[in-house]
């Protein structure tokens, strides 16, 4: 079965850094967009972001451009996410997603990992 998993989470005070994994097995996702969301508490889910199938197209959200960072290893159907510069705001779930094309709306993902937690404190 199709299984994404994310690892790296954690706590870390704030202007700390911390590196998402996500781990894809089941198919060849190497044709696939990925990406990552995050939620929040008390918040919807928000597109954090993507990346095309190339892994040369990256795409941001606004409030982390700058900070964060989305690459993948094709040859191990891997996605990362490295997090500099955390603030308190960056403190939420975060999934990681594969679809057939990138966006910034969940519905065009295909695929979704359980998620993992990340704490900024003050």
């Known amino acids: 079965q199709v299984r994404l998993v994310e690892s790296g989470g954690g706590s870390v005070q704030v202007g700390g850094s911390l590196r998402l994994s996500c781990a894809a097995s089941g198919r060849d996702f190497s044709g696939f967009a990925m990406g990552w969301f995050r939620r929040g508490p008390g918040k919807e889910r928000e597109f954090v972001a993507a990346v095309d199938w190339s892994g040369r197209r990256p795409l941001y959200t606004d409030s982390v451009k700058g900070r964060f960072t989305i690459s993948r290893d094709n040859v191990d159907n891997t996605v990362y996410l490295q997090m500099n510069t955390l603030k308190p705001a960056d403190t939420a779930v975060y999934l990681c997603?594969?679809?057939?094309?990138?966006?910034?709306?969940?519905?065009?993902?295909?695929?979704w990992g359980q998620g993992t937690q990340v704490t900024v404190s003050s």
């Open positions: 997603t594969a679809g057939l094309a990138p966006a910034n709306y969940p519905r065009a993902y295909a695929y």
